[in-house]
């Protein structure tokens, strides 16, 4: 039977809060939006409320239980999109995972990712090659925040991002047995030409200024990922989420 309970206008602007770093630490609350988000999302995070449209819950009467029915003009002050989706849910945000041991393991580092797009994108290409963790300094976006939740299509359900003093911790991982720290330069070795090991940390610098001289003093293997054909007029830099790939590829063997 479908949860009918008011929609209140605190709801709502507890819901739109969200939208904001401080509206979610003070309410340990995030959102997902739309059906694809939703659906991937559900299974994973402790769940606080679904809203959604009649239309939306017809088509997926198994969650009737535990959904309120909205209309159209109440999930559209909630959403933080342009185009308002059919169900917005919200969930708790888990609590912070210790930073696992880097033996074994490929990770990636985050030096000021401060685009939302651009760190949903790396969240997801990590979720695509198997990366289950992420160190992030603490100037980095949340991974929480509405715009990024959207860009992960579901993959901030299989990676955890960590929240750290970057330097310091690369130190630590370093001391711990992390088999090396790779960094892209424009005067590093060719990526393509450069033998590398299945496992280590990947560190993404910032989209205007790459990585910065503190994390750069840990890095340990600088890479270089060559435009094409050499010498050639390019654009200054790769995206940062681009950059993620490519690296991730050749850690890969693809």
Same mark, same amino acid.
């Given at each position: 039977?479908?949860?009918n309970?008011a929609?209140t206008?605190? $709801?709502?602007? &507890?819901?739109g809060?969200l939208?904001?770093r401080? %509206?979610?630490?003070?309410?340990?609350l995030?959102?997902?939006?739309?059906?694809?988000?939703?659906?991937?999302?559900?299974p994973?995070?402790?769940l606080?409320?679904?809203?959604a449209?009649?239309?939306w819950?017809? +088509?997926?009467?198994e969650?009737?239980d535990?959904?309120?029915t =909205?209309?159209?003009?109440? $999930?559209?002050r909630?959403?933080?999109?342009?185009?308002?989706p +059919?169900?917005? =849910?919200?969930?708790?945000?888990?609590?912070e995972?210790?930073?696992?041991?880097?033996?074994g393991?490929?990770? &990636?580092?985050?030096?000021?990712?401060? +685009?939302?797009?651009?760190?949903?994108t790396? $969240?997801?290409? *990590?979720?695509?090659?198997?990366?289950t963790?992420?160190?992030?300094?603490? !100037?980095?976006?949340?991974?929480?925040?509405?715009k990024?939740?959207?860009a992960?299509?579901?993959?901030?359900?299989?990676? *955890?991002?960590h929240?750290?003093d970057?330097?310091a911790?690369?130190?630590? /991982?370093?001391?711990?047995?992390?088999? %090396?720290?790779? @960094?892209?330069? &424009?005067d590093?070795?060719?990526i *393509?030409?450069?033998?590398? *090991?299945?496992?280590?940390i990947?560190?993404?610098?910032?989209? %205007?200024?790459g990585?910065s001289?503190?994390?750069?003093? !840990?890095?340990t293997?600088r /890479?270089l990922i060559?435009?094409?054909? =050499?010498?050639?007029p390019? @654009?200054?830099?790769?995206?940062?989420?681009v =950059?993620?790939?490519?690296t991730?590829?050749?850690?890969? %063997?693809?």
């Amino acid at each position: 039977m479908q949860n009918n309970h008011a929609i209140t206008n605190s $709801i709502i602007s &507890l819901i739109g809060s969200l939208d904001t770093r401080k %509206g979610r630490r003070k309410s340990g609350l995030f959102k997902a939006e739309g059906t694809k988000c939703v659906l991937d999302t559900l299974p994973h995070f402790s769940l606080e409320a679904v809203y959604a449209t009649a239309e939306w819950l017809e +088509d997926h009467p198994e969650l009737a239980d535990v959904a309120t029915t =909205a209309t159209r003009g109440d $999930i559209s002050r909630m959403s933080s999109l342009v185009t308002a989706p +059919d169900v917005v =849910a919200v969930y708790h945000i888990p609590a912070e995972k210790p930073i696992p041991s880097p033996r074994g393991r490929l990770m &990636l580092a985050l030096d000021t990712i401060q +685009d939302p797009g651009n760190l949903g994108t790396i $969240i997801r290409v *990590a979720d695509w090659f198997g990366v289950t963790d992420i160190i992030a300094s603490r !100037e980095t976006a949340s991974c929480f925040s509405p715009k990024v939740v959207q860009a992960t299509m579901g993959s901030i359900a299989r990676v *955890a991002v960590h929240y750290c003093d970057l330097p310091a911790e690369l130190v630590r /991982l370093k001391e711990q047995g992390a088999e %090396g720290v790779y @960094g892209t330069f &424009l005067d590093g070795n060719n990526i *393509a030409d450069v033998e590398i *090991a299945a496992e280590g940390i990947i560190v993404i610098g910032n989209e %205007g200024n790459g990585i910065s001289p503190q994390v750069e003093r !840990e890095v340990t293997h600088r /890479l270089l990922i060559p435009s094409y054909p =050499a010498g050639r007029p390019t @654009g200054e830099s790769l995206n940062a989420a681009v =950059a993620t790939a490519i690296t991730l590829a050749k850690f890969r %063997g693809i």
